[in-house]
């Protein structure tokens, strides 16, 4: 291992001559933020990290009024089997286990860990349903619940389920597929996305709320995720590059999020632990075994990894060469962002794919930059070439009146543009029943703000002579 990883562990000479810089008692076993550790100071620290997110009164063990006003905490921890969210399940579950002991058995909450099974779908190397009954004996007699979730559940019943189309001009269209003779599963929506970062945007949509359901079902107030700073600095960026920037300032910071008519804590109580801390401590606390992993190997060609794959990549590249201060600026920076300013005399709407708000017409803005038309046809070749690539490519949907207009955000654009044509795209739309979008008001695609992207991308002939003048 590279001197210049975050954390560097001591060989035996150098343990034995390196006391602990906190209980000055053992050896330190590894350096980590200019710091010397031990075994048992080193995930001490990690655990005192979490009590810091996490110092409310409510998640502490209470006694009688308070519990008759207030009733029992319960927490949902959002559990993908990765380190990091197995990190937290050991964190939380002490916590558990140490509030039972010196309060004879009770506990400052009631702890459930929700799995949403990817099996089927990562190709995982252990079946989650055996891990979590071996991990949580663990920490007995501490009483943790836990709930392995199908992600087809997604979709309760084909009725939900619109077809949707994007057309050239980035307005999108939907139309109910009762009456069609085909069901469809999760997978096969899946199936209809052109590419797997779709697939990665889509499956980020489904599972915020599957996790955000059960926590409704199950009365829950607050939501963990295990997410260290360097994934919530990935987020950041991965977010960014999918034209999500609008929602950053929610899926990184600890908020709290209204699901029908329930308020949700959404906490991240790893936010000041590295990736490269949480692999050491899952090391050193034996959880490894528990580790869910997928079997797929990750292509080593850029264009078949997700937009993820590669912000996980370059994130982990900085670490290696001693950059991974740069995971907490990236944090830093995206923890200042709000949410954006909306015209305030416009009524803000919501995307109807993914649901969040569209405070300006991301279709406005496209028509206004893009130019989306084919060059007209001029030759006979060219004609050929068109009629063998239309029989190909099947006779697209005719759009009638059975089609109506849906509210689509930029982010899902992205996501949906080159969805075939002919098959077009299904989802469970949110919201059905919402006002038109023509008729609101939307901020003012000026030809000012039109001319400066344009002058932005173009490049100008001053320049190309400069270089050929070198
Ligand atoms: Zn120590
Ligand atoms: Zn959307």
């Given at each position: 291992m590279s001197d210049n990883q975050p954390v560097k562990y001591l060989d035996e000479e150098e343990s034995s001559s390196s006391p602990c810089q906190r209980c000055k008692v053992e050896n330190a076993i590894l350096i980590t933020r200019k710091e010397k550790f031990c075994q048992n100071c080193f995930i001490r620290f990690i655990r005192g990290k979490q009590r810091k997110q996490m110092q409310d009164d409510k998640y502490k063990v209470k006694y009688g009024p308070f519990i008759e006003r207030h009733g029992q905490q319960k927490v949902l921890l959002a559990l993908s089997g990765g380190e990091s969210s197995v990190v937290l399940l050991d964190v939380m579950a002490s916590l558990l286990q140490e509030q039972f002991e010196a309060h004879n058995g009770k506990q400052g909450f009631e702890l459930i860990i929700l799995n949403l099974d990817e099996f089927d779908l990562n190709?995982?190397?252990?079946?989650v349903g055996e891990i979590l009954p071996l991990l949580i004996k663990r920490y007995s007699p501490a009483n943790i619940q836990y709930k392995v979730l199908a992600?087809?559940?997604?979709?309760?019943?084909?009725?939900i389920l619109d077809k949707i189309v994007l057309n050239d001009d980035f307005t999108g269209l939907s139309s109910t597929i009762i009456g069609s003779d085909k069901s469809y599963t999760l997978f096969d929506i899946l199936e209809l996305c052109p590419n797997k970062s779709s697939v990665e945007d889509l499956l980020t949509i489904i599972y915020n709320e599957l996790i955000l359901r059960t926590a409704y079902l199950e009365k829950c107030q607050t939501i963990i995720y295990g997410h260290s700073m360097t994934r919530i600095a990935n987020e950041i960026i991965a977010l960014t590059v999918k034209g999500r920037g609008s929602i950053i300032y929610e899926a990184i910071s600890d908020h709290s999020k209204t699901y029908k008519d329930q308020q949700f804590q959404i906490l991240f109580?790893?936010?000041?632990?590295l990736y490269a801390e949480i692999i050491s401590y899952c090391k050193l606390t034996n959880m490894d075994e528990f580790i869910l992993q997928s079997t797929i190997p990750k292509s080593k060609i850029n264009k078949n990894l997700t937009i993820r794959d590669l912000t996980t990549r370059y994130f982990s590249q900085l670490d290696a060469t001693g950059y991974a201060s740069t995971a907490s600026t990236v944090v830093k920076t995206g923890e200042k962002l709000g949410a954006p300013k909306s015209d305030s005399t416009s009524l803000v709407t919501h995307c109807q794919v993914c649901g969040v708000e569209i405070y300006q017409d991301p279709g406005n803005w496209l028509r206004n930059i893009t130019v989306n038309k084919a060059a007209p046809i001029e030759t006979e070749e060219e004609k050929e070439y068109l009629e063998s690539y239309k029989a190909s490519i099947g006779e697209p949907e005719i759009?009638?009146?059975r089609y109506k207009s849906v509210h689509i955000c930029y982010g899902c654009i992205v996501t949906l543009g080159g969805v075939n044509s002919v098959s077009g795209f299904v989802w469970p739309l949110?919201?059905?029943?919402?006002?038109?979008?023509?008729?609101q008001p939307y901020l003012v695609d000026s030809e000012v703000e039109k001319q400066k992207i344009l002058d932005e991308f173009i490049l100008t002939n001053d320049e190309d002579e400069d270089d050929d003048n070198e």
């Open positions: 190709h995982l190397n252990k079946k992600l087809n559940s997604y979709i309760l019943d084909d009725s109580p790893l936010r000041d632990v759009i009638d009146d949110k919201d059905k029943n919402t006002d038109h979008f023509e008729s």
